[in-house]
């Protein structure tokens, strides 16, 4: 088997510019392009609001309100593949029911406020 045959058997990679993102020289890991975007948009909603959450728990200098703030922002984030084992590493089912099981665990912490 040649080089090109063994490219066609296996998956495409992604590229580096598919797994990474550049600001201030900065390099940030890209959300998993895999994900539905529905759920997307869900974690991206608490995403938003942690890091809200965030910024006004500081500002009031409430370090229990920080620290809720950024489980969240950790939760989301971990269910977009930003965060924890690398998307490109892993099968889609398990990315899929990472992001599904991040977004339960951020609509239970809603439920429990």
Sequence with gaps: ???VD????SPAEPADSE?????GGRRWRRTDPSLP??????????????????RSAKLKNDDGATASARVRVGLAKRGLGE???????????????????ALRQLEALDSAN
């Design 1 to 3: 088997m040649n080089v």
């Design 6 to 9: 063994r490219e066609q058997d």
């Design 19 to 23: 797994r990474w993102l550049t600001i």
């Design 37 to 54: 975007d529905d759920l997307v948009r869900a974690l991206k909603s608490h995403l938003g609001r942690g890091r809200s959450g965030v």
């Design 83 to 101: 965060r924890g084992p690398y998307w490109w590493d892993e099968p889609e089912e398990t990315r899929l029911e990472r992001a599904r099981d």
